[in-house]
């Protein structure tokens, strides 16, 4: 069935260090792809989507590209911020199916200053 | 903007009550979900609805049953609630897909203790 791989946390990185969270995908036909972001004590924020192959999503600074050949979505910003500690979730959707979605575990981000 | 509302932040239930959340969204979506969030599993479907009276099971939903008698409104019942239904319970919304809307909508959350 449809499933979403992210991996695990949390990951602590360094005010304005590189950050890569690995997500990929097993789906049949041609889903829709997400990131979603949770900060404490609220319910999840889309950050940004993909809904084809080759697509790049972006948003505050983050970037992921759908990536059809390895079934990837991986989500990357140059400089993280404190700001930015959060969890993040990767999703897929598939359009036909009354916009099911399916979620990965979630990856948790401690930014230090 | 889209708003989701859920009608409780916090709530504590014991065991073998009847326990209902409800969830309000004002961007008329056909669509809403019911999901709950556990760390390590990430956010696992229980119901969704894809209009009014509709319903179809998700991946979790046994001890479950949900209502929806108007558009607006999902509301998700724990008929007699246990200890391991203690969680984070999470409501979406989302138009569908001929509307060009893909996203789903999430509100703030319900953290439900069954003691």
């Known amino acids: 069935g449809d499933s979403v791989t992210q991996m695990e946390g949390p990951v602590t990185l360094s005010e304005e260090a590189f950050l890569t969270i690995n997500c990929t995908y097993t789906a049949t036909g041609y889903p829709s792809l997400f990131w979603y972001v949770q900060y404490p004590g609220e319910g999840l924020q889309l950050l940004l989507k993909a809904t084809k192959a080759d697509d790049k999503g972006s948003n505050k600074g983050f970037e992921a590209t759908y990536r059809k050949e390895t079934t990837s979505f991986h989500l990357e910003k140059g400089s993280v911020q404190v700001s930015d500690s959060a969890v993040y979730f990767c999703?897929?959707?598939?359009?036909?199916?009354?916009?099911?979605?399916?979620f990965g575990s979630g990856t948790k981000l401690n930014v230090k200053p | 903007d889209v708003k989701v509302t859920q009608s409780s932040r916090y709530l504590v239930k014991r065991t073998g009550e009847k326990v209902f959340l409800e969830c309000v969204q004002d961007m008329d979506h056909e669509n809403m979900f019911w999901y709950r969030q556990d760390p390590g599993l990430g956010l696992r479907l229980i119901y969704f609805?894809?209009?009014?009276?509709?319903?179809e099971k998700g991946d979790i939903p046994e001890g479950y049953s949900v209502s929806r008698e108007k558009k607006e409104r999902f509301s998700l019942i724990l008929e007699s609630a246990s200890t391991n239904q203690t969680s984070m319970y999470l409501c979406?919304?989302?138009?569908?897909?001929?509307?060009?809307?893909?996203?789903?909508?999430f509100g703030p959350g319900t953290r439900l203790t069954v003691t």
């Open positions: 609805s894809y209009d009014v009276k509709m319903k």
């Open positions: 999703a897929l959707s598939k359009i036909y199916n009354f916009n099911k979605f399916y």
């Open positions: 979406a919304s989302s138009p569908p897909p001929l509307r060009g809307g893909y996203e789903q909508y």
